[in-house]
């Protein structure tokens, strides 16, 4: 089993910046794929960005140059560092690992973006 607990989430004007990280209750060394993911109210779950235990990573063409995935196996932890915020970003953010054959998710995160 894996817990996951995200935090970072806020308030923050368009333009603005935050990193939001990921706690996994166990080591991610041998995890092979991390993510982030995000829900808007009344829209469906999408894919922001993973990462690979190997480093390549994958963005959402809507956050591409403006959203950094990160790992840290020391740590267990996978951070998102988010710039240039749009209100489009607010979402509530999850992070995500499929780790022997089950899926896992945090409770969220919440990113509001507005003036």
């Known amino acids: 089993q894996v817990q996951l607990v995200e935090s970072g989430g806020g308030l923050v004007q368009p333009g603005g910046s935050l990193r939001l990280s990921c706690a996994a209750s166990?080591?991610?060394?041998?995890?092979?794929?991390m993510g982030w993911y995000r829900q808007a109210p009344g829209k469906q779950r999408d894919l922001v960005a993973f990462?690979?235990?190997?480093?390549?990573?994958n963005y959402a063409d809507s956050v591409k140059g403006r959203f950094t995935i990160s790992r840290d196996n020391a740590k267990n932890a996978v951070d998102l560092q988010m710039n240039s915020l749009k209100p489009e970003d607010t979402a509530e953010y999850y992070c995500h690992v499929f780790f022997h054959g089950m899926d896992y998710w945090g409770k969220g995160t919440l990113v509001t973006v507005s003036s």
């Open positions: 990462i690979h235990m190997s480093g390549i990573t």
């Open positions: 166990r080591s991610i060394f041998s995890m092979t794929t």
